[in-house]
């Protein structure tokens, strides 16, 4: 019940193209959901997150789309780039436990 | 910087060494976390500080795993008697206040490998 399950794996999309990484969950009591950004050698950094009092966030070419009865939330990467290659994670905590429950990542690919 | 900065970046050891990695979180920060990333996977928890105490080693894979942050800054994470099985990168993260909806920044991380 404390999985977050992410898809796909692996992801190639062309430049200027949309990416879309996807993530469910089972805990109910999950009440913030991080998108984390990470580029090889490098730590993961916070992209953008959602709680679930919304259905999406944007923050320049991010989107968080969250749908709450059926448990997904999903990233939107709009105009893809190559600088946006990099593995992508989903997470999940309850602000009561302060454990990132994460993802298994997706290795995000931007062909120029 | 202002990051979370961890020290050494890369350390290899043989095995059955003794190995200290060093984390230096953004000043004032009161919740530390360590994460243990193996390669291809996502970080996956080690043990959680508030200030000096340690509140959770839930994620320690075994007592050869010891974590400290003894002045509520900077923390050191212990592996005594490294195994193979130990390597992986060892990331730690901080956050401003208490609570799993605090962002957390993280350092680049210690690459062990051990022989």
């Known amino acids: 019940q404390q999985q977050v399950k992410q898809s796909p794996q692996s992801l190639i999309v062309q430049k200027g193209g949309i990416s879309i990484i996807n993530c469910a969950y089972e805990n109910t009591a999950f009440d913030y959901f991080p998108w984390y950004q990470q580029f090889p050698g490098k730590g993961p950094a916070l992209l953008i997150a959602?709680?679930?009092d919304v259905s999406e966030k944007k923050e320049g070419r991010f989107t968080i789309s969250f749908n709450k009865s059926a448990k997904q939330f999903s990233l939107h990467i709009m105009d893809s780039q190559p600088g946006d290659s990099a593995t992508y994670f989903c997470a999940a905590s309850m602000d009561s436990n302060y454990q990132l429950i994460w993802g298994a990542g997706t290795k995000l690919i931007i062909k120029p | 910087g202002a990051g979370v900065s961890q020290s050494p970046r890369y350390k290899v050891a043989k095995r059955g060494q003794d190995v200290a990695l060093r984390c230096d979180p953004i000043?004032?920060?009161?919740?530390l976390f360590w994460y243990q990333q193996a390669l291809g996977q996502g970080p996956e928890f080690l043990t959680y500080?508030?200030?000096?105490?340690?509140?959770?080693k839930s994620g320690l894979p075994s007592d050869r795993f010891f974590a400290e942050r003894p002045e509520g800054s900077v923390s050191t994470l212990k592996i005594q008697r490294t195994q193979q099985e130990d390597s992986a990168v060892y990331l730690c993260?901080?956050?401003?206040?208490?609570?799993?909806?605090?962002?957390?920044?993280f350092g680049d991380g210690t690459r062990l490998s051990i022989l």
């Open positions: 959602i709680r679930p």
């Open positions: 993260a901080s956050s401003l206040t208490v609570g799993g909806n605090q962002p957390q920044h």
């Open positions: 500080f508030q200030n000096e105490a340690q509140l959770d």
């Open positions: 000043s004032g920060h009161v919740s």
